[in-house]
């Protein structure tokens, strides 16, 4: 340092010497140009040297510890071999020159010598830790990884936290802040058994979601506070439950399959925070949201793959339902579940598909869902997104395939009112009339099958409105097998032939229903997740209930004399059965036979006389008017049969909706891998591909930046382990980051 700094600090050190102040208390007084640990470190070096340290010695070179001769030793070899060792040049320089220097030392010289060279990190060598772990549903790991590549995850948390921002923006997030509800509690705030046996939360715990959401405190939801990565991982969770569960339950989550959901989400969820998770989605009310999130997200997936369905210009939509049962000791509202054969309580979900088999939306409903015109109105819905077709070079005409329960004129009339939608359905048998046909084509041949095609016009009038006619296109299918099927279209001839109109609908069983039917099995569609119930007036039943009501009166008014003489012989007939019932008490039956003791055998017989002449009486009565008499009694029989039914109970659909949105997206995964990874042209079914790849054993090996997934090779099954192979390749290619931010890495043992 320069003289001027000497002489500063030579200065201060001498007042801190003579001042009678403390060294601590000195330095907190004044404004020193050091600090105090380095004054004991100046006072150390004037006891060891002298003022000599304080010199600036720079400007004669420094501390050399390599000498200009050793630094040109150090270049020659750096020039003959520049990947030379530091311990090899150490070990030079002591036998040449007799020179000890530390390696940095030589790597700071040979910085200055080849400034561009690469420098290897110093220190010790760095191990990477290992941990090894294994799952037992590996082949999973590839949808997982296709999820993150796909970024299915960061979507479906954006379309969540879009909900939160919502509510928390919102005037209604503040009401019940200040709710806080401390009964059956301990002090900790942790749940006890208490809790659920209070009468209110038993009394409103199958409540309607509606209802709650009134009373409900939003700042206690764990979903306000979460992280957005925590949403990922429990959206994941929810994702893998039919795999990890087999069913989809929520309940077999604790369960021991169910601890691999730590290698598909990142976290060993129990199943208390995947239940809370989804009851807060459920007071969100986010099913809304994610219904329509599901065709955009997955439009975008699949990009130009729908016009590969097509059929000239001509894309097909199909309509298919999904009637889960329901068992329930209310009385909900109920339908014919096909599965079971019988007319119970069920949810009916209506689907849209694609023509590839996509489910690209869906609605649940209490009971019954829509047909008919109803339908444009889910289309409407989702206009937007299935109005552009990518990569089409012709005009698009969108038809949709429906059953024959959509062929009511009402419905057709609903599409006839319209020009975006056109409709492909059947005609009933006992609907079809030759006398109803307006003109008829000459018969050909169907390109695609064994059968003859006519078209033709027909009239069809509306059951609801007598005397309303229209005139629709039809095609009759005269099979070679000798039966018949009638179609009903509003295609023009012009746009789409016969054969095609036929085509496209009979193509529904390997195009929608069969990857439909496999959908169910694999992600399981048909289960129905937890519910609330809603009580209503079922007003179709109470008014039944009044019209028969109606006619019993008059009906009654008009019996009332001889209903007045019935009801002596009833009274008379009532007045004897007890003394009947005693006198049988006294008999005995033996071998089948009645044995009367002789003291009450003529009273007994007596008694059973007088009780048949007064029911002869009744019926003679009933038979001089029998036709109202049957009315009356047929009346009152469904009268008494009506009871009870004059309310209903609405069952909650909400959370349905949401496990359905993951289990749909579930299907879009498994499909996807199907189609780009490991079918190609040779498709196979979700099942198959659940129980060749799903459940293959994988072992896991996690670093600090890699997961490793070892998938155990199925010696048994070398087609599908070849196309495996292929599928690796193909993931391993895009570098993705799972669950836990690291790159997953696949291999085939």
Request: contains cysteine.
């Given at each position: 340092m320069?003289?001027?700094?000497?002489?500063?600090?030579?200065?201060?050190?001498?007042?801190?010497e003579?001042?009678?102040?403390?060294?601590s208390?000195?330095?907190?007084?004044?404004?020193?140009?050091?600090?105090?640990?380095?004054?004991?470190?100046?006072?150390?070096?004037?006891?060891?040297?002298?003022?000599?340290y304080?010199?600036?010695?720079?400007?004669?070179?420094?501390?050399?510890?390599?000498?200009?001769?050793q630094?040109?030793?150090?270049?020659?070899?750096?020039?003959?071999?520049?990947?030379i060792?530091?311990e090899y040049?150490?070990?030079?320089?002591?036998?040449?020159?007799?020179?000890?220097?530390?390696?940095?030392?030589?790597s700071r010289?040979?910085t200055?010598?080849?400034?561009?060279?690469?420098r290897?990190?110093?220190?010790?060598?760095?191990?990477n830790?290992?941990n090894?772990?294994?799952n037992?549903l590996g082949?999973?790991e590839?949808?997982?990884?296709?999820?993150?590549?796909l970024?299915?995850?960061?979507?479906?948390?954006?379309v969540?936290?879009?909900?939160?921002?919502a509510?928390?923006?919102?005037?209604?997030?503040?009401?019940?802040?200040?709710?806080?509800d401390?009964k059956?509690?301990?002090?900790?705030?942790?749940?006890?058994?208490?809790?659920?046996?209070?009468?209110?939360?038993?009394?409103?715990?199958?409540?309607p979601?509606?209802?709650?959401?009134?009373?409900?405190?939003?700042?206690?939801?764990?979903?306000?506070?979460?992280?957005?990565a925590?949403?990922?991982?429990?959206?994941?969770?929810i994702?893998?439950?039919?795999?990890?569960t087999?069913?989809?339950?929520?309940?077999?989550?604790?369960?021991?399959q169910?601890?691999?959901?730590?290698?598909?989400c990142?976290?060993?969820?129990?199943?208390?925070?995947?239940?809370?998770?989804?009851?807060?989605?459920?007071?969100?009310?986010v099913?809304?949201?994610?219904?329509?999130?599901?065709?955009?997200?997955?439009?975008q997936?699949w990009g130009?793959?729908?016009?590969?369905?097509?059929?000239?210009?001509?894309?097909?939509?199909?309509?298919?339902?999904?009637?889960?049962?329901?068992?329930?000791?209310?009385?909900?509202?109920?339908?014919?579940?096909?599965?079971?054969?019988?007319?119970?309580?069920?949810?009916e979900?209506?689907?849209?598909?694609?023509?590839?088999?996509?489910?690209?939306?869906?609605e649940t409903?209490?009971?019954?869902?829509?047909?008919?015109e109803?339908?444009?109105?889910?289309?409407?819905?989702?206009e937007?997104?299935?109005?552009?077709?990518?990569?089409?070079?012709?005009?698009?005409?969108?038809?949709?395939?429906?059953?024959?329960a959509?062929?009511?004129?009402?419905?057709?009339r609903?599409?006839?009112?319209?020009?975006?939608?056109?409709?492909?359905?059947?005609?009933?048998n006992?609907?079809?009339?030759?006398?109803?046909?307006?003109?008829?084509?000459?018969?050909v041949?169907?390109?695609?099958?064994?059968?003859?095609?006519?078209?033709?016009?027909?009239?069809?009038?509306?059951?609801?409105?007598k005397?309303y006619?229209?005139?629709v296109?039809?095609?009759?299918i005269?099979?070679?097998?000798?039966?018949?099927?009638?179609?009903?279209?509003?295609l023009?001839?012009?746009?789409?032939?016969?054969?095609?109109?036929?085509?496209?609908?009979?193509r529904?069983?390997?195009?929608?229903?069969?990857?439909?039917?496999?959908d169910?099995?694999?992600?399981?569609?048909s289960?129905?997740?937890?519910?609330?119930?809603?009580?209503?007036?079922n007003?179709?039943q109470?008014?039944?209930?009044?019209?028969?009501?109606?006619?019993?009166?008059?009906?009654?008014?008009?019996?009332?004399?001889?209903?007045d003489?019935?009801?002596?012989?009833?009274n008379?007939?009532?007045?004897?059965?007890?003394?009947?019932?005693?006198?049988?008490?006294?008999?005995?039956?033996?071998?089948?036979?009645?044995?009367v003791?002789?003291?009450?055998?003529?009273?007994?017989i007596?008694?059973?006389e007088?009780?048949?002449y007064?029911?002869r009486?009744?019926?003679?009565?009933?038979?001089?008017?029998?036709?109202?008499?049957?009315?009356?009694?047929?009346?009152?029989r469904?009268?008494?049969?009506?009871?009870?039914?004059?309310?209903?109970?609405?069952v909650?659909?909400?959370l349905?909706?949401?496990?359905t949105?993951?289990?749909?997206?579930?299907?879009?995964?498994l499909?996807?891998?199907?189609?780009y990874?490991?079918?190609?042209?040779?498709?196979i079914s979700?099942?198959a591909l659940?129980?060749?790849v799903?459940h293959?054993?994988?072992?896991?090996?996690?670093?600090?930046?890699?997961?490793?997934?070892?998938?155990?090779?199925?010696?048994?099954?070398?087609?599908?382990m070849?196309?495996?192979r292929h599928?690796?390749?193909?993931?391993?290619?895009?570098?993705i980051?799972?669950?836990?931010?690291?790159?997953?890495f696949?291999?085939?043992s």
């Open positions: 320069d003289s001027n700094k000497t002489t500063t600090i030579l200065d201060w050190i001498g007042r801190i003579s001042s009678t102040l403390s060294i208390k000195f330095f907190d007084l004044y404004d020193t140009p050091f600090s105090k640990s380095q004054y004991y470190i100046y006072k150390q070096r004037l006891k060891e040297t002298d003022i000599s304080f010199k600036d010695r720079r400007c004669l070179g420094g501390n050399r510890k390599i000498t200009y001769e630094e040109a030793f150090i270049k020659g070899c750096f020039k003959i071999n520049s990947d060792s530091l040049l150490q070990k030079a320089l002591k036998d040449d020159f007799d020179c000890e220097v530390s390696l940095s030392s030589i010289a040979l200055r010598i080849a400034p561009e060279r690469t290897k990190a110093g220190g010790r060598p760095k191990t830790k290992k090894v772990v294994q037992a082949g999973f590839l949808i997982i990884a296709l999820a993150y590549h970024k299915w995850p960061q979507r479906t948390a954006d969540i936290c879009m909900d939160i921002d509510l928390t923006k919102s005037e209604r997030f503040e009401l019940n802040s200040s709710l806080v401390k059956g509690k301990n002090k900790n705030g942790q749940f006890t058994e208490r809790y659920n046996k209070r009468k209110d939360l038993r009394k409103n715990r199958f409540a979601i509606s209802d709650k959401r009134q009373t409900k405190n939003w700042h206690s939801m764990n979903i306000i506070k979460d992280r957005y925590t949403i990922m991982r429990k959206g994941l969770a994702l893998s439950l039919p795999i990890v087999n069913n989809g339950q929520v309940r077999n989550v604790n369960l021991p169910g601890q691999t959901l730590e290698h598909f990142g976290f060993n969820y129990k199943q208390s925070s995947i239940t809370k998770f989804l009851a807060e989605l459920k007071y969100l009310g099913s809304t949201n994610l219904l329509q999130d599901l065709p955009v997200f997955w439009r997936c130009d793959t729908l016009k590969d369905s097509m059929i000239g210009p001509l894309l097909c939509y199909y309509i298919d339902g999904n009637t889960k049962a329901l068992w329930s000791s209310k009385r909900v509202k109920q339908n014919k579940v096909t599965m079971l054969g019988r007319v119970m309580g069920c949810l979900q209506v689907f849209i598909h694609d023509g590839l088999g996509h489910p690209i939306y869906f409903y209490s009971g019954h869902g829509p047909t008919g109803y339908i444009l109105e889910l289309f409407e819905k989702i937007n997104v299935i109005m552009e077709v990518p990569d089409s070079r012709t005009k698009v005409i969108r038809a949709i395939v429906m059953d024959g959509n062929n009511s004129v009402k419905c057709l609903a599409f006839a009112s319209q020009e975006k939608f056109y409709y492909i359905t059947t005609l009933d006992n609907q079809w009339n030759d006398r109803r046909v307006r003109s008829r084509s000459y018969p041949r169907y390109r695609y099958g064994d059968a003859t095609l006519r078209d033709l016009d027909i009239e069809l009038e509306d059951s609801k409105e005397g006619f229209i005139s296109r039809a095609i009759k005269d099979w070679d097998n000798e039966k018949r099927t009638v179609l009903l279209t509003n023009s001839r012009n746009i789409v032939d016969a054969s095609e109109v036929v085509f496209s609908y009979f529904r069983w390997p195009a929608q229903e069969l990857p439909f039917r496999y169910k099995a694999t992600v399981s569609l289960r129905v997740a937890g519910y609330g119930r809603k009580k209503v007036e007003l179709g109470r008014e039944k209930q009044n019209k028969l009501a109606l006619k019993i009166a008059t009906l009654k008014e008009q019996l009332k004399d001889l209903i003489k019935i009801n002596v012989h009833e008379a007939i009532i007045n004897l059965i007890p003394k009947e019932r005693r006198l049988r008490a006294k008999t005995k039956i033996v071998e089948g036979k009645r044995i003791p002789d003291e009450i055998s003529d009273e007994f007596r008694c059973g007088k009780i048949r007064h029911q009486a009744i019926k003679e009565i009933e038979k001089s008017h029998e036709k109202e008499f049957k009315t009356y009694t047929k009346k009152q469904e009268w008494l049969r009506l009871q009870g039914k004059e309310y209903d109970y609405a909650d659909v909400e349905d909706q949401i496990l949105y993951f289990r749909a997206s579930l299907a879009h995964l499909a996807y891998f199907i189609k990874y490991i079918g190609g042209e040779k498709k979700m099942v659940l129980h060749r799903i293959l054993h994988a072992t896991i090996e996690e670093t600090q930046d890699v997961r490793n997934i070892l998938l155990q090779d199925n010696h048994q099954d070398p087609t599908m070849n196309e495996l599928a690796i390749k193909k993931l391993n290619a895009s570098k980051r799972g669950p836990r931010g690291k790159i997953m696949f291999s085939l």
